[in-house]
């Protein structure tokens, strides 16, 4: 590619302007500079929400998250839950403690068909009513 500069020998500012021959000086500076100045209409139409706070986070102390679990879900994982000792099965009725699971609430969806005694901290209402449908009890566990 031929070089050009050799046109512009004697001229000051080599065809670009006053002040183009800077470091970005004819888009106004790099980046997100004059953001509040000169650019400040491009802020207003196009990213209106960049400067600021917006919304707040809630504390960690007052955000509890529970472990849940589902009727269905119990009712499918009984081997693997027998097998590692949450799960026993006597008489025919199985007896699960997800308590000791780690699990803090019972959820009632899905469907449920064997009798299963279920220990745990909290159950909603329509996984008590199943879980008696079924056959089975809820024991509350502290």
């Not at 990213?47 to 679990?69: A, E, L």
Request: aromatic content about 6%; charged content about 30%.
């Amino acid at each position: 590619m031929v070089s050009r500069t050799k046109k512009f020998r004697g001229s000051r500012t080599h065809g670009r302007g006053k002040k183009a021959g800077r470091g970005a000086g004819l888009r106004g500076g790099r980046g997100n500079a004059g953001l509040h100045k000169h650019k400040w209409i491009s802020v207003v139409k196009y990213c209106p929400d960049y400067f600021g706070h917006h919304g707040f986070k809630r504390p960690q102390s007052v955000v509890i998250g529970k472990v849940t679990m589902n009727l269905s879900e119990v009712e499918q994982s009984l081997p693997r839950l027998s097998k590692d000792g949450f799960a026993v099965q006597k008489d025919g009725k199985w007896t699960v403690d997800l308590a000791k699971l780690g699990v803090d609430k019972l959820l009632g969806s899905g469907k449920i068909s064997t009798a299963i005694t279920v220990k745990v901290a909290e159950a909603s209402a329509s996984a008590e009513e199943k879980l008696k449908k079924a056959g089975g009890a809820l024991a509350k566990e502290q």
